[in-house]
């Protein structure tokens, strides 16, 4: 395989990824910004913080880093028992670090499409 069609491939199971994530919080996330200044302050801030983290050195995201930051955030907080069904059980008003910070990356996910 030529290392173009590898590229694309491993592109297109970041964004897949991405897709996941965006599905599983974005929808309802979105709403309880909309619903909630303190929310949406705080995804703000966890976007910005995640974009200097994961960004290049031109300010670029990239569908593959974000995934790879998304799901070692994902890894990292399930093994401390946290699971992203939480704020379906819980609300968002009460989310935890994680949920807020892959709320974040979704929404970075939508900025690149």
């Known amino acids: 395989m030529d290392g173009d069609h590898d590229y694309g491939t491993v592109i297109d199971a970041a964004r897949l990824a991405l897709d996941q994530w965006s599905a599983r919080l974005g929808p309802a996330g979105r ?59 819980r609300g968002w008003d009460r989310a935890s670090w994680p949920s807020v910070r892959l709320l974040a990356v979704c929404v970075l996910h939508e900025s690149l499409r």
């Open 31 to 89: 709403i309880a910004m909309a619903d909630m200044p303190a929310l949406l302050a705080a995804v703000d801030q966890h976007a910005a913080e995640v974009r200097t983290a994961v960004a290049d050195a031109w300010g670029e995201l990239s569908p593959v880093t974000l995934a790879a930051y998304a799901d070692g955030l994902a890894d990292t907080a399930m093994t401390r028992g946290w699971s992203a069904d939480e704020v379906h059980e």
